[in-house]
């Protein structure tokens, strides 16, 4: 595969995800103010989807983009990660000032928090999975591994924290999270 520009397989798949991400969540702002229900109704379900595209499964789509444009594995990793990080940062500094700095960084494990990494870990797992499988395919050689170490260790660190954070409808991570925020906060 040849290695296109910086620009084009890093700049342009995190820009992409990154602008829909924010028209998203501004357009869900803005519906509020909508008088016409119709009107608001539309601007919420269609900002609802890009939310969902561009928040938690944006790594699918972008890590396939980079794929195809010749990133490395730590190229793709950066850019199928950084708009859940951002993401994750805008929710977690809507409540600077609330907590005390110990309390602040240990809500990072709240799972509210985490879930849009997470779910992307498992988004860019199974999209270095169909990518490598296309490219075989595609290219006819079978040199190409459609499971590595890199996109083994993604899925199965995405999927075994889902498992985690989702066992029982989630009560067992709340109740995990709860009584370490117990033992060392009150």
């Known amino acids: 595969m040849i290695r296109q520009s910086f ?13 829909t ?14 008088e016409s229900r119709v009107l608001h109704a539309l601007v919420v379900n269609v900002s609802l989807i890009l939310m969902v595209l561009s928040i938690w499964c944006g790594a699918m ?51 509210v928090v985490l879930s849009a990494v997470i779910i992307n870990l498992i988004g860019m797992g199974l999209s270095e999975l169909w990518c490598r499988i ?27 924290l889902f498992t985690l954070m989702f066992w029982h409808f989630g009560h067992f991570y709340y109740y995990l999270f709860m009584e370490a925020y117990i033992r060392l906060f009150l």
């Open 7 to 19: 620009y084009r397989r890093i700049v342009f798949p995190v820009a992409l995800i990154l602008i």
């Open 21 to 34: 991400m924010i028209i998203a969540l501004n357009g869900y702002d803005v519906a509020r103010r909508i």
């Open 61 to 111: 789509i972008a890590n396939t983009l980079a794929y195809f444009r010749g990133a490395s594995f730590g190229e793709r990793l950066f850019v199928s990660m950084f708009t859940p990080v951002v993401f994750l940062l805008k929710q977690w500094l809507g409540i600077w000032g609330i907590y005390s700095f110990a309390e602040f960084l240990f809500l990072l494990f709240h799972h």
């Open 134 to 160: 296309i490219d075989r395919v595609k290219n006819r050689d079978p040199a190409v591994k459609v499971v590595q170490k890199g996109n083994a260790v993604v899925l199965l660190l995405g999927a075994g």
